[in-house]
């Protein structure tokens, strides 16, 4: 059989001790070297998914197909050793008795018989800043550097497909981003097709060419980050990403629509709605602009502080919270309990409606 | 999903249910036909045997109890004059099987023994033998299998001592608590499980003991069933008394592995644990500590030793008369085969239920690890009528020459029932080591692309390696010791140091006993030494 997509996933149930957790999956990868970011809250079987991939669970219906090969279906299961996959576990998976150096060597030896090694050990070495730990024992080693060492494990596989999960999850935030940097980095230099499971949205956004939600036992939404995060596709992945608020108005025009607290709103529909018709409009940070000149006031119940920005929730008169952003050099600061004036015509580049 | 029925599976499956055959003998035997003996003992014996049992049972676990928490607890908490000696020397009194303790007890005290030797040496001629305690009978064999067996509690209880967080004695000094106080409110509650983990096993070792009551002339449920055998020649009386025996143990069996998995609570917890700072005894407090921990160790081992090694000085003739080297040679013999056979038993056994992850298995293996719980003497017994029954049904229907004397009185038969006994301490020696390996690191291991069988080679065996050195000396110890099963199925004229102390005190002649115990403790004590550490569990740290 032959396939133009690299990797596909066809009407795959995904189980559990006999449970199914997530059903009816299907999405592709067209290009070799795509990084694919699975989300979604703990529990709900994103691990699961990379393990069945792994050929480490056995599917009973639909299939998996890598490079034009069938992999998983209810008759064919290539066994985990022989698909060339890599999976990066989110524990500690190393071995325990070798020392970092000796457990990175051995993923080393299935990429002996390729003749266009890519990366040596040096390069993983120094791309993940392990070279400290490299004579030491995995219970000698933080949760952390122990994750990176597992990492340096499978990537100097060179696999055809690399699967990583929660692979930072452990890494101290200071060095967190830098990681996400050289990891984003080598990827694509090496054309490692890769899917990342991960709960942690903005590494998604930030590494992924593609990223599926995965919510209520189904794939959700699978799209580029962009779309996932400005057009969702429904209420679950609204509140699963929780940057926004759902405020009930009325569409009164082609381009506008008319709610009872912030008047009328324009902008640019992503789907069509006929005029009259009531909806729940997505009102995310951003939509809003602060302007102490404007007649709309608000009152301020909380004030975030997040560095670069503050978040202000604010109260309308039916006692709607609505979360608005601003810079962090904003000068004019509001306290709790002042009026916080809103920008008015208010207009939202694209409307996103349920 | 995973449902791997494949080698191994089927390996462990075997393997697990060979392990069962003597109590599958003893339930179905349940139902056969006794001999008159039954009605006999039943109006008669019974009734004490049981009441000796319990007697038994009770003053050891008193015993145990009071002499290993309290050693435990000060070797853990206090620095005092040899702590850090004592600590590791109370585990030899392990090497002292409850029989050989006996011997050295009755030789001491007996009129004209050792002790009327010592005070006549001292004190001139005279008639000391009236003034000379005598500890015969009851109170010979609770002291001997107390002295014997205390370890065990000595041993779990300090261990969880040792891992008792720091946070849990400095919230009782906080409370204002006297040293007392923190002991009986704090810190023996927290060790309870292990405490009662460690007189489960005293308990079970209680009943299923031969040796010391046999030769203490107790009548015990143990000694019964095997009196019924050799000299009534009752199978099934025997099977009948060992299944009332098994009802009992298997109730201390569960509670054992309840208490030890609330026991695991104390072991590592990965950055929890803050090593204690030891008080420092002074003045009598240190005195006192010293003289109680040094009075145990000198109980428990210096005392059979010395004994033993006393009357070898003294009756230089019956070290010659013993073939020593033939008695080094069988005893080797024995120990490495069973050590080798078990081991690698357990290893393919553990690997299969790791691979399969398949609940009947698990169930099946859970059952055969009971084995240790069972007395020597019935699994010894219900061998033999397993094998007796054998023949009959099923290998002379099929007109096949009789398969009696390839299992009974033969190295291969000994091995087979060595190897039902001890297969709990391999397997689960095994099992605790493959715990420490995730199952991400074979699921890693199959994605680097290694079969099943090069991950076993290549990642567990190597990793195990330790463990199974120290579980290959523990079975090495065990069997040194071990006597009823050597004595039941041993070959003609294959004798052992066990059995032949055993049968040299049965005919009375202590002294000729002396020899094959001295070597006996000398060797087990040496097997103790190498592998204490582990023992202790200090290699957790």
């Known amino acids: ?43 709900i079987g994103k691990t699961t998914i990379l393990r069945t991939i792994a050929g480490l669970e056995k599917i009973d219906n639909g299939s998996i197909t890598l490079n034009g090969r069938i992999i998983s279906s209810n008759k064919i299961n290539i066994e985990p050793e022989d698909r060339n996959i890599s999976l990066a576990f989110q524990d500690n998976s190393l071995f325990p008795h070798y020392t970092v150096e000796k457990n990175i060597l051995l993923g080393a030896e299935r990429n002996k018989e390729k003749k266009d090694k890519k990366i040596s050990l040096k390069q993983i070495v120094d791309l993940l800043d392990i070279f400290h730990i490299l004579n030491k024992y995995p219970h000698q080693i933080s949760a952390g550097e122990a994750q990176r060492a597992s990492l340096a494990r499978s990537l100097i596989t060179q696999p055809d497909l690399l699967l990583l999960d929660e692979p930072l999850s452990n890494v101290d935030q200071s060095f967190k981003e830098e990681i996400q940097v050289r990891l984003k980095k080598i990827l694509n230099q090496l054309k490692i097709t890769t899917i990342i499971v991960t709960h942690d949205s903005y590494e998604a956004f930030y590494l992924g060419t593609k990223c599926g939600i995965i919510l209520d036992q189904q794939l959700k939404q699978f799209d580029d980050p962009y779309k996932v995060y400005h057009f969702p596709n429904s ?16 569409v009164t025009g082609k381009n506008t629509l008319e709610n009872w607290d912030l008047g009328t709103i324009e902008g640019n529909f992503i789907k069509e709605y006929p005029t009259g018709s009531n909806v729940q409009l997505l009102l995310q940070p951003e939509d809003l602009e602060h302007d102490d000149t404007s007649n709309l006031k608000l009152e301020v119940v909380d004030r975030k502080f997040r560095g670069t920005n503050f978040i202000y929730t604010l109260k309308t008169p039916s006692n709607t919270l609505i979360p608005v952003f601003v810079h962090s050099h904003h000068i004019h600061q509001h306290e709790v309990d002042e009026k916080f004036g809103i920008k008015r015509p208010i207009h939202i580049d694209h409307i996103v409606c349920f | 999903m995973s449902k791997n029925l494949n080698v191994w599976f089927f390996l462990s499956l075997i393997i697990s249910l060979f392990v069962l055959i003597p109590i599958i003998t003893v339930f179905s035997s349940f139902f056969d036909d006794t001999s008159n003996y039954y009605v006999i003992l039943k109006e008669t014996f019974l009734i004490e045997y049981i009441i000796n049992s319990s007697i038994l049972l009770f003053f050891v676990l008193l015993l145990t109890f009071l002499l290993g928490t309290g050693t435990a607890y000060l070797v853990s908490f206090y620095n005092f004059p040899l702590s850090n000696f004592f600590k590791w020397a109370l585990i030899l009194s ?3 099987p409850p029989y050989i303790y006996a011997y050295s007890l009755t030789a001491f005290f007996e009129n004209y023994g050792t002790a009327y030797t010592i005070l006549k040496s001292l004190f001139g001629d005279n008639n000391y033998n009236q003034n000379i305690p005598k500890f015969d009978g009851m109170f010979g064999a609770i002291l001997s299998i107390t002295f014997s067996l205390y370890a065990y509690v000595y041993i779990l209880a300090r261990a969880s001592f040792l891992y008792q967080s720091q946070n849990l004695i400095e919230l009782g000094k906080n409370l204002g608590f006297s040293k007392f106080k923190s002991f009986y409110k704090i810190i023996l509650p927290a060790a309870r499980p292990a405490i009662v983990a460690g007189l489960s096993l005293v308990a079970m070792e209680t009943l299923a003991e031969f040796g010391a009551v046999d030769f203490f002339s107790i009548n015990t449920l143990t000694t019964g069933i095997y009196n019924s055998w050799i000299a009534f020649d009752d199978l099934a009386f025997a099977n009948r008394i060992s299944f009332f025996l098994l009802i009992f143990i298997f109730a201390l069996f569960i509670i054992e592995n309840f208490s030890r998995k609330n026991a695991k609570y104390h072991f590592n917890n990965r950055g929890g644990f803050k090593q204690k700072e030891k008080f420092k005894l002074s003045g009598s407090n240190s005195f006192f500590a010293f003289i109680f921990c040094f009075f145990v160790f000198f109980m428990s081992f210096l005392f059979p030793l010395s004994q033993m090694l006393y009357w070898t000085i003294k009756f230089p003739e019956n070290f010659f008369d013993l073939q020593i080297f033939d008695l080094l040679m069988n005893t080797l013999y024995l120990v490495v085969l069973s050590s080798f056979i078990l081991i690698i038993f357990s290893l393919v056994s553990n690997y299969g239920n790791r691979v399969s992850n398949n609940k009947i298995l698990n169930i099946f293996s859970t059952l055969s690890i009971s084995g240790y719980a069972i007395p020597g003497v019935i699994l010894a017994i219900a061998f033999i009528s397993f094998i007796a029954w054998f023949d009959e049904s099923i290998v002379k229907s099929l007109g096949l020459y009789s398969i009696k004397k390839i299992f009974i009185g033969s190295i291969l038969g000994l091995v087979m029932v060595y190897f039902i006994r001890f297969y709990s301490l391999a397997f689960n020696g095994i099992k605790s080591g493959y715990e420490k390996i995730n199952i991400s690191v074979d699921e890693s291991s199959y994605l680097l692309g290694y079969s099943k069988r090069k991950t076993f080679m290549n990642i567990h065996v190597p990793f195990l390696r330790n463990s199974l050195l120290f579980i290959a000396i523990l079975i090495s110890l065990e069997i040194i010791r071990e006597l009823p099963i050597t004595l039941i199925l041993r070959p003609f004229n294959f004798e052992t140091f066990a059995t032949t102390a055993y049968i040299s005190a049965s ?35």
Not at chain 1, 18 to 43: H, M, Q, R, T, W
Not at chain 2, 509 to 534: D, G, R
């Open chain 2, 94 to 96: 392990f090497a002292v």
């Open chain 2, 507 to 541: 005919e009375d002649l202590l002294e000729a006993a002396a020899v094959p115990s001295l070597f006996l403790i000398l060797i087990a004590a040496s097997f103790i030494i190498i592998t204490s550490k582990y023992i202790l569990r200090d290699n957790d740290k």
């Open chain 1, 1 to 43: 059989m032959t396939n133009k997509n690299f990797f596909e996933i066809e009407n795959v149930d995904f189980y559990v001790g006999g449970k199914a957790k997530v059903k009816d999956v299907s999405f592709k990868i067209e290009n070799e070297g795509d990084i694919i970011c699975l989300l979604g809250p703990s529990g």
């Open chain 1, 235 to 250: 209420v679950e992945v609204v509140n699963f990403l929780n940057r926004g608020i759902l405020i009930p108005a009325k």
